[in-house]
T-cell receptor
Framework: DGGITQSPKYLFRKEGQNVTLSCEQN?????MYWYRQDPGQGLRLIYY???????QKGDIAEGYSVSREKKESFPLTVTSAQKNPTAFYLC????????????FGPGTRLLVL | DAKTTQPPSMDCAEGRAANLPCNHS???????VYWYRQIHSQGPQYIIH???NNETNEMASLIITEDRKSSTLILPHATLRDTAVYYC?????????????FGKGTSLLVTP
């Protein structure tokens, strides 16, 4: 089955700890995105990548980092600099950048202990 | 800034048609209307999109007014599994950026 997978489904982070969220797609899409969703709110863009070895900051990139070493993978690291990391994180991909039909993964819920 | 306006919530009886409205009075000529839905604690799911003609697929129909200032998503025979938050999004212009502005959407509750 083609699609986007995210792992883990739930993730707990201790204060001062970096954690990495996984996102993998087998849709052969060039563009990938990371969004953050807070309760009752819409999605906000953290980072996006147009192609391998390229990525750009979105609206709320502070405290986050990404890499795009392979076409199918776009991991997100939530660093200790992110002061309020508790949220629902969603990864998406599209055939090309600004192709608005985006396909989303199931999400990772991050909780700070 | 949200470019669309949707009612915060709606109810629909199972088996009936669900008609979800969306106002987008500032839509520009080359922008599309997209609909996504998000079932609780899952990632958003693409439903349908259109420019100015009405569109239909296996999930829903999209009716866009002639002046393109509003649209309606129609789920012809709603089921309990259609309970979700439905987002109307206007995108496609070069100024839209690369994020989808989901806003708060309409929370649809399908009841038995």
């Amino acid at each position: 089955d083609g699609g986007i997978t995210q792992s883990p489904k739930y993730l707990f982070r201790k204060e001062g700890q970096n954690v990495t969220l996984s996102c993998e797609q087998n849709l052969n899409h060039d563009a990938m995105y990371w969004y953050r969703q807070d309760p009752g709110q819409g999605l906000r863009l953290i980072y996006y990548s147009q192609i391998v070895n390229d990525f750009q900051k979105g609206d709320i990139a502070e405290g986050y980092s990404v890499s795009r070493e392979k076409k199918e993978s776009f991991p997100l690291t939530v660093t200790s600099a992110q002061k309020n990391p508790t949220a629902f994180y969603l990864c998406a991909s599209s055939p090309r950048l600004a192709e608005e039909t985006q396909y989303f993964g199931p999400g990772t819920r991050l909780l700070v202990l | 800034d949200a470019k669309t306006t949707q009612p915060p919530s709606m109810d629909c009886a199972e088996g009936r048609a669900a008609n979800l409205p969306c106002n987008h009075s500032t839509i520009s000529g080359n922008e599309y209307v997209y609909w996504y839905r998000q079932i609780h604690s899952q990632g958003p799911q693409y439903i349908i999109h259109g420019l100015k003609n009405n569109e239909t697929n296996e999930m829903a129909s999209l009716i866009i007014t002639e002046d393109r200032k509003s649209s309606t998503l129609i789920l012809p025979h709603a089921t309990l599994r259609d309970t979700a938050v439905y987002y109307c999004i206007v995108a496609g212009d070069s100024n839209s950026g690369y994020a989808l502005n989901f806003g708060k959407g309409t929370s649809l509750l399908v009841t038995p």
